[in-house]
T-cell receptor, first 115, second 114 residues
Framework: AQSVAQPEDQVNVAEGNPLTVKCTYSVSGNPYLFWYVQYPNRGLQFLLKYITGDNLVKGSYGFEAEFNKSQTSFHLKKPSALVSDSALYFC?????????????FGSGTQLTVLP | DTGVSQDPRHKITKRGQNVTFRCDPISEHNRLYWYRQTLGQGPEFLTY????????KSRLLSDRFSAERPKGSFSTLEIQRTEQGDSAMYLC????????????FGDGTRLSIL
């Protein structure tokens, strides 16, 4: 079975500082990995994905993520945080084939950027 | 607006009543997914469709839950004989047919059971 762990329920960072939101995963085979952001009372908004290729992927709003196969991690990063980045962030994994085509999400990390 | 649309946004009902939610996906997307999200948790997969075919429904929470997508366009999720534990946000997502394509989510239907 596939699973995702987001070890930090809450991350606080000062505006202008770099931010990291951690994610580790477990899946059979090569993973498809995704990051989503959720604002209050809204659905999830796609940020970026890793399918294959370069381990550093860039996405929307200046976010990027680094895939590390040996550590089974896919941490979300941004060089300089904005107050408007404050939201709930979800990491998700999907197996590339087989019956487990659905996304499995982590429990989320609440990011607060302090002015 | 060309995003995923869900209706209603909020539904309050008494325990034991039936409820139905509607999802209109992005028009060119042939895959449609339903998820449930409870407070403090990530979305939990329920079921998905490829066009009008329901390809995975074993994750539906009980036989009180059912979903349809009769013409391969919009979809409905029905919960019969609602229970207190059904209170949650129900999210719909759609995507193109390839597995590497991201799912695009609607804003959800928040269900509250009195």
């Amino acid at each position: 079975a596939q699973s995702v762990a987001q070890p930090e329920d809450q991350v606080n960072v000062a505006e202008g500082n770099p931010l990291t939101v951690k994610c580790t995963y477990s899946v059979s085979g090569n993973p498809y990995l995704f990051w989503y952001v959720q604002y209050p009372n809204r659905g999830l908004q796609f940020l970026l994905k890793y399918i294959t290729g370069d381990n550093l992927v860039k996405g929307s709003y200046g976010f990027e993520a680094e895939f590390n196969k040996s550590q089974t991690s896919f941490h979300l990063k941004k060089p300089s945080a904005l107050v408007s980045d404050s939201a709930l962030y979800f990491c998700a994994v999907r197996a590339p084939s087989g019956s487990a085509r659905q996304l499995t999400f982590g429990s989320g990390t609440q990011l607060t950027v302090l002015p | 607006d060309t995003g995923v649309s869900q209706d209603p946004r909020h539904k309050i009902t008494k325990r034991g009543q039936n409820v139905t939610f509607r999802c209109d996906p992005i028009s060119e997307h042939n895959r449609l997914y339903w998820y449930r999200q409870t407070l403090g948790q990530g979305p939990e997969f329920l079921t998905y469709f490829q066009n009008e075919a329901q390809l995975e429904k074993s994750r539906l929470l009980s036989d009180r839950f059912s979903a349809e997508r009769p013409k391969g366009s919009f979809s409905t999720l029905e919960i019969q004989r609602t229970e207190q534990g059904d209170s949650a946000m129900y999210l719909c997502a759609s995507s193109l047919g390839q597995s590497d394509q991201p799912q695009h989510f609607g804003d959800g239907t928040r269900l509250s059971i009195l």
